[in-house]
T-cell receptor
Framework: SAVISQKPSRDICQRGTSLTIQCQVD?????MFWYRQQPGQSLTLIAT?????????ESGFVIDKFPISRPNLTFSTLTVSNMSPEDSSIYLC???????????FGPGTRLTVL | RKEVEQDPGPFNVPEGATVAFNCTYS??????FFWYRQDCRKEPKLLMS???SGNEDGRFTAQLNRASQYISLLIRDSKLSDSATYLC???????????FGAGTTVTVRA
């Protein structure tokens, strides 16, 4: 399976600031996604990162709060803007490995907002 | 109603025991089904895909019942290392977006 890395692995941030999370894959992938996992909960899809165009956001998530870039087929960033304590969560990127329709996750970025 | 529902457990079993649990999904258009395993403070890792005919991977057996819209996972001869949260995951045909259950926690004790 593809090797996925994320930076930073964790961060503690102040309210009102922004953090950009990077996701790097060791091979070209068509489909790339960003998920959030809040404490004690399962994963929720934030958006699909589209290469060369605007991301597709799920209900409850907006571009102003979670801008996403996908400049090529191996890299994407997710920014968490104007953070509040409610944004404290683990943020994970994932990629689809074809054939097989199976999806693999990066190690996650653990964000704590004070 | 949640799209994917799981018994949260926890299931506490002794080593060597068999443990089984189910997951139900609400969207009849769902076409792909998976079990992921998530260890504490780690990312989910794909355990196995679930096929219509059912499939087995070593000590793990997955079944799919489309008529009743449920998926099951059975773990035989449990090991201490099987202790984890097991996530039931589904998606629709042509759509790679995954819907996750809340997870079933399994603890295997010595």
């Amino acid at each position: 399976s593809a090797v996925i890395s994320q930076k930073p692995s964790r961060d503690i941030c102040q309210r009102g600031t922004s953090l950009t999370i990077q996701c790097q894959v060791d091979s070209q992938v068509t489909m790339m996604f960003w998920y959030r996992q809040q404490p004690g909960q399962s994963l929720t899809l934030i958006a699909t990162a589209n290469q060369g165009s605007e991301a597709t956001y799920e209900s409850g998530f907006v571009i102003d709060k979670f801008p996403i870039s996908r400049p090529n087929l191996t890299f994407s960033t997710l920014t968490v803007s104007n953070m509040s304590p409610e944004d404290s969560s683990i943020y994970l990127c994932s990629v689809v490995q074809v054939p097989g329709n199976e999806q693999f996750f990066g190690p996650g970025t653990r964000l704590t907002v004070l | 109603r949640k799209e994917v529902e799981q018994d949260p457990g926890p299931f506490n079993v002794p080593e060597g025991a068999t443990v089984a649990f189910n997951c139900t999904y609400s969207n009849s258009a769902s076409q792909s089904f998976f079990w992921y395993r998530q260890d504490c403070r780690k990312e989910p890792k794909l355990l196995m895909s679930v096929y219509s005919s059912g499939n087995e991977d070593g000590r793990f057996t997955a079944q799919l019942n489309r008529a009743s819209q449920y998926i099951s996972l059975l773990i035989r001869d449990s090991k201490l290392s099987d202790s984890a949260t097991y996530l039931c995951v589904v998606n629709e045909v042509g759509d790679y977006k995954l819907s996750f259950g809340a997870g079933t926690t399994v603890t295997v004790r010595a």
